[in-house]
């Protein structure tokens, strides 16, 4: 077996957090000393860390950081407070079901803590734990992607669900991870994924980095590439599922998914069941985040649009589950009628 350089994006130093600067990439691999959960907020907001896996994965470290700091010797203060910061990093970015359920899963951990001590070592135990499972869960996520491909496959992928999002490996991008590791040869086609490019300074720079032969193109040269070259499959993540199988992700999927329809070409979502989100019915009650302006108007600070302009700038859309041929996650792939399979992989 191959094993590939991985650079792990979140880790937890026991009074601190280091943090893989993903602004700073392709061209600096820096990480930041994250030291009080303010800047965990920050992190989150301003898209340090971002892959929703991620995210949820350092916003439980932050209630753990801030769990380590705590001054008092009451345990129900400890809760009533880990409850207001755990709603204060709730703020941070509205789309991810990942971070709601991470800090979510914290809080409860230290539900039954009769001390501060058990409590606090009870945040830290679970934050630790979220992490080492979403390995776990994106390595399976990979296993059952690669079985939908086979040697010599190419795969377009949108934004970036690789290693760096999650605790390894990625969810859309696993499926390369664990080839590599297999010795099969796959290819990628990977969009920039404007505004932000996380496509092209994350997606093309993580592949590349483990050997894939990986052809990154704008987001309008689409359509082109599906016509003409010989895409064997979609493969992209997802921020939250509703529990029809509407899925939220990167602004720019929802054309993906319709023109795979159109040159019928299978269009996979790859998921953690932490994402599936039954509490929402439909895709249309999934908020969707609105960025700042700047991200549209500017480019490596430079402004390339005229002043005054309007500017639109959703962070994702949905996919509505008609165009999707398969959720693959870590407990399978889901296909057919998503409602029922959702509630079923989901509840069991």
Not at 94 to 119: D, G, H
Request: proline fraction near 3%.
């Amino acid at each position: 077996m191959i094993t590939t350089d991985f650079i792990q994006s979140v880790r937890w130093e026991k009074d601190h957090i280091i943090l893989l600067d993903q602004q700073k990439l392709p061209h600096q691999t820096d990480f930041l000393k994250l030291t009080t959960i303010e800047s965990v907020w920050e992190s989150i907001h301003s898209l340090q860390v971002r892959g929703a896996p991620a995210i949820g994965i350092a916003a439980a470290f932050g209630l753990a950081l801030w769990a380590t700091k705590f001054q008092g010797d009451s345990v129900e203060d400890f809760k009533k407070e880990l409850k207001n910061q755990k709603d204060y990093l709730a703020t941070s970015r509205p789309t991810a079901v990942n971070l709601f359920w991470a800090i979510e899963r914290v809080e409860n951990a230290a539900a039954s803590a009769q001390t501060v001590e058990a409590a606090r070592d009870a945040v830290v135990k679970e934050a630790l734990l979220i992490q080492k499972e979403d390995e776990e869960v994106c390595r399976s996520i990979g296993e059952y992607g690669l079985s939908l491909l086979k040697d010599g496959d190419t795969v377009l992928t949108h934004c970036n669900a690789g290693g760096i999002a999650t605790a390894r490996y990625g969810t859309a991008l696993a499926p390369f991870y664990i080839a590599k590791e297999k010795g099969m040869s796959l290819s990628a086609f990977a969009t920039e994924t404007r505004p932000v490019l996380q496509g092209s300074r994350l997606t093309a720079w993580e592949l590349e980095r483990i050997g894939i032969d990986v052809t990154l193109i704008t987001d309008n040269m689409a359509a082109h590439v599906l016509k003409n070259k010989k895409i064997s499959a979609i493969i992209v993540g997802t921020d939250r599922i509703a529990a029809n199988g509407d899925t939220a992700n990167k602004i720019g999927t929802l054309g993906l998914a319709v023109l795979a329809k159109t040159f019928d070409i299978p269009f996979y979502v790859a998921s953690p069941l932490s994402t599936i989100d039954l509490a929402v019915p439909t895709g249309d009650d999934i908020p969707i985040e609105e960025r700042s302006p700047d991200e549209v108007t500017h480019l490596n600070g430079q402004r390339i649009a005229a002043e005054n302009i309007s500017i639109y700038n959703p962070a994702f859309d949905v996919t509505p589950h008609e165009y999707i041929t398969g959720i693959i996650t870590e407990k399978g792939i889901i296909s057919g009628n998503f409602a029922e399979e959702l509630q079923k992989i989901k509840t069991n």
